[in-house]
């Protein structure tokens, strides 16, 4: 696990952690103001346990004459123990008031556990990371479950099906290799072009792309766009949250990053200068770009005679992506 995200899973623990116990503090409060007899009872209990290990540490030092005390103070906790149980029973209080609600029983929401030797992450953490994962991707709601696994092919009218099979196949061969490159060296310069039509589930693709690389646990940014330039827009207004250089930074350094529908934005410098200086900046560090869009790479080029993306950006693409086709309309077929 890289460090941002074991920072940002230790924080939530710790934060979820504090909550539970403040809220069990005040439970416990509030059981005692009902209960006072219950609170008599355990401050007696308890200092009854702290004799008894005194004794005991006395007894070990090898102090004589201590039997009696233990044997006394055992009886009457014991005795004390089981009016306690008597009165929880008879006032239908759960045996565990004095623990916390832990979401996670296992770790006690710590997030790892000690086993065998060496602390390693809960196995609640592996839903929850992926979660996070998804989150801080930028994945639409829409793509949170879209999986290879769970594409139907038979969507696709008998002549695209086959298409669309092996362009599934062959994306995830090219994952397979980006995965095992990443996590060996750390780059991969090979990207990826999607070219489809509108509703040939080109979006849905690079949905099942984004969800599996996020459960293998690489970090991945998905974008539409057209979105982004939005988003730019805003940081230039009073309100900002972000700022023009952070939205970029955190796209340029995403390990793999996803393009969906390019193209689809307006035809503007604006648009041509961040796309430059993202392609450019992936380019020189051999991070992989995904892209989809309408347009084919040879359009996108046309396009740039007026200035779009600038022929460069479009040539980069060309010299370091596979490209394929995915052709069909899936909204037609539903
Ligand atoms: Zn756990």
């Known amino acids: 696990m890289d460090d941002l995200y074991t920072k940002m ?7 979820t952690r504090q909550r539970l116990v403040r809220e069990h503090e005040k439970n416990i409060d509030l059981t005692y103001q009902k209960h006072p007899d219950l609170k008599k009872l355990d401050e007696t209990i308890s200092q009854l346990q702290k004799d008894m290990a005194s004794f005991l540490a006395k007894k070990f030092k090898g102090l004589q004459n201590i039997e009696t005390e233990i044997e006394t103070t055992k009886v009457k906790l014991n005795q004390l123990l089981a009016k306690k149980d008597t009165y929880l029973q008879k006032n239908n209080i759960s045996e565990d008031y004095k623990e916390p609600k832990w979401t996670c029983e296992k770790c006690q929401d710590r997030g790892k556990i000690y086993l065998n030797n060496k602390i390693d992450a809960c196995p609640c953490q592996e839903d929850y990371s992926t ?10 709601i829409k793509l949170k479950d879209a999986s290879f696994k769970n594409t139907d092919f038979s969507k696709y009218s008998p002549k695209d099906r086959q298409n669309a099979a092996a362009v599934y196949n062959m994306t995830q061969k090219y994952l397979t290799n980006l995965i095992t490159n990443i996590k060996t060296v750390g780059t991969f310069s090979e990207g990826l072009f999607i070219h ?19 459960e293998s646990n690489v970090e991945t940014m998905y974008i539409v766009y057209a979105d982004l330039l939005d988003r730019i ?7 900002r949250t972000e700022t023009e250089s952070s939205i970029i930074r955190k796209i340029n350094s995403a390990k793999v990053l996803l393009i969906d529908d390019l193209g689809m934005e307006k035809n503007s410098e604006f648009a041509q200068k961040y796309l430059g200086q993202i392609i450019d900046h992936r380019y020189r560090n051999m991070l992989p770009t995904i892209i989809t869009s309408n347009f084919t ?6 396009r740039s005679k007026n200035d779009m993306y600038g022929e460069r950006v479009i040539w980069r693409c060309v010299e370091t992506s596979h490209i394929f086709h995915l052709s069909g309309n899936l909204r037609n077929s539903i």
């Not at 489809?196 to 996020?214: D, F, P, Q, R, Y």
């Not at 790479?297 to 046309?302: A, G, I, P, Q, R």
Request: negative net charge; glycine residues 12%.
């Open 9 to 15: 899973l230790d924080s939530d623990n710790f934060s």
């Open 131 to 140: 979660n996070i994962r998804q989150k801080m991707s930028g994945l639409s």
């Open 196 to 214: 489809g039509e509108t509703g040939s589930g080109k979006t849905h693709l690079l949905g099942c792309m984004a969800n599996h690389l996020i």
């Open 233 to 239: 827009r805003e940081t230039f207004g009073d309100d």
């Open 297 to 302: 790479l040879s359009e996108l080029k046309d």
